[in-house]
Nanobody, 126 residues
Framework: DVQLQASGGGLAQTGGSLKLSCTAS????????IGWFRQASGMERELVSC????????YYTDSVTGRFTSPRDSAKATVYLQMNNLKPEDTAVYYC???????????????????WGQGTLVTVSS
């Protein structure tokens, strides 16, 4: 079975850090691009970052650029989301997703993704 297991969420203070993990199984990890999305209460799901399987290129939404990074460990079939200098507006449920597409422009679109993890809650207190 295809699975994406997201973990690492929790409570952090403003300015703190959290590291999310997304571990994949049931498909060829290196052939898939991975995206991190988040959905705050009452808001639409938005892309946070993505990393292309084609060339390793990455994209970060403006609000997290310089604070978040998303390294990929193929040996562990895992993509991380290192979140530093957290802000209350980062509070959301975070999801990882996978797609066989390697085209960076398509990775910004939620419907491009075939597989989704279950979500992990990140709460940042002010």
């Amino acid at each position: 079975d295809v699975q994406l297991q997201a973990s690492g969420g929790g409570l952090a203070q403003t300015g703190g850090s959290l590291k999310l993990s997304c571990t994949a199984s049931g498909f060829t990890f290196d052939d898939h691009s991975i995206g991190w999305f988040r959905q705050a209460s009452g808001m639409e799901r938005e892309l946070v970052s993505c990393i292309s399987s084609r060339d390793g290129s990455t994209y970060y939404t403006d609000s997290v650029t310089g604070r978040f990074t998303s390294p990929r460990d193929s040996a562990k079939a895992t993509v991380y989301l290192q979140m530093n200098n957290l802000k209350p507006e980062d509070t959301a449920v975070y999801y990882c997703a996978a797609t066989p597409s390697g085209i960076l422009s398509t990775l910004r679109i939620p419907s491009s993704y075939e597989h989704w993890g279950q979500g992990t809650l990140v709460t940042v207190s002010s």
